[in-house]
């Protein structure tokens, strides 16, 4: 598949999410909303929660505080960036950028019924965020680069934005190093097929500029995939 390929091919399964809704509460604590705590998920909507598709809880790796500016790369319908801007209130901000006006429609009215007013959706690409540089303080994503056809310019944009000293905390799915093309089955959109393998994601981290890049599996995802949290941080 080429790159103009792959991106259809995401959006079109996305779109439909948005439209008709996702079993994301569903896979048996491998994949969305199961992979949240109770009481997380009772700060934000039952819509948003259904919605979550990711493979971890990004804010169970980073602490986020009052006044933290966050940005979540992929926002979907919205969980992550409600359940962030809880954290930050008052003075905080908590971004999403999504490139599917569906996904922004209804992670806006997830903000909405949450009474959440710190809450800023942004339609964009994750290579190309509409943000300043170093206009952030976290950047967390969940389950999402790894739809990207291309890895490096997401990175680089996490490192822009980020402000010195910024921290960076995703889930994501990474291959085993001897992960090969005769291993990757399925659509782009169902993640494995585009993961990287785990030192090539390091590589990538840290050709981005990002420091104290590391990799922790959280649980397998298929044979020589795995569920991870990847953080790095912008030198000072």
Wanted: with cysteine.
């Amino acid at each position: 598949m080429n790159e103009q390929q792959i991106r259809e091919e995401v959006r079109d399964y996305y779109r439909r999410a948005a439209q008709e809704g996702s079993d994301g509460l569903g896979h048996d604590g491998v994949w969305g909303a199961s992979r949240y705590d109770p009481d997380a998920l009772a700060d934000a909507p039952p819509g948003a929660a259904e919605l979550s598709m990711g493979c971890g809880n990004p804010l169970t790796m980073v602490v986020l505080g009052p006044g933290d500016d966050v940005l979540d790369l992929g926002s979907g319908g919205g969980l992550d960036v409600i359940l962030s801007a809880k954290r930050v209130a008052p003075s905080g901000t908590a971004y999403g950028v999504d490139e599917l006006d569906e996904m922004i429609k209804v992670a806006q009215a997830h903000a909405a019924e949450a009474g959440v007013t710190n809450a800023r959706f942004l339609k964009g690409l994750i290579e190309r965020v509409p943000l300043p540089d170093a206009s952030v303080d976290v950047v967390i994503s969940n389950c999402v680069i790894c739809l990207a056809p291309d890895k490096t310019p997401v990175f680089t944009e996490i490192a822009r934005v980020l402000r010195p000293g910024g921290r960076m905390a995703v889930t994501d799915i990474v291959a085993d190093d001897d992960y090969t093309a005769e291993d990757r089955d399925g659509g782009w959109a169902e993640c494995g097929v585009g993961a990287l393998r785990h030192d090539a994601y390091l590589a990538i981290v840290t050709s981005a500029g990002l420091v104290d890049a590391s990799i922790e599996y959280t649980h397998d995802t298929g044979p020589g995939l795995h569920g991870a949290t990847v953080r790095a941080r912008r030198p000072r």
